[in-house]
Nanobody, 124 residues
């Protein structure tokens, strides 16, 4: 089991930036898959970005605006979010799976460990 703690959410205006962080603990390796998901009000949770040994994957709606990165020395995954839009307003969740690769990295079914979520609000 991996314990995940997110931070970095907040409120910004359209066009602004935020960086989310997620620290993983409770596992003695760092090469597992980690990802970011979000849940918009009244919507299903959706994959935003993930990273594994093969590199990053992004949802089409964040390509070019968001960047996922991972610092294995700190067991931390980051989500740099630029050019934020009102449609990005959501609760953002960090997720992890102990495998080094998953076949559908943006599918929530692939992940068995979740953080509590952090709110991101983008205002006009």
């Amino acid at each position: 089991q991996v314990h995940l703690v997110e931070s970095g959410g907040g409120s910004v205006q359209v066009g602004g930036s935020l960086r989310l962080s997620c620290v993983a603990s409770g596992y003695d390796r760092s090469d597992f898959v980690m990802g970011w998901f979000r849940q918009l009000p009244g919507k299903e949770r959706e994959g935003v970005a993930s990273i594994d040994l093969q590199g990053p994957s992004y949802a089409h709606f964040v390509k070019g605006r968001f960047t996922i990165s991972k610092d294995n020395t700190k067991n931390t995954v980051y989500l740099q979010m630029n050019s934020l839009e009102t449609g990005d307003t959501a609760i953002y969740y960090c997720a992890a799976d102990l495998r080094t690769y998953v076949p559908s990295p943006l599918s929530s079914d692939m992940y068995h460990n979740w953080g509590q979520g952090t709110q991101v609000t983008v205002s006009p």
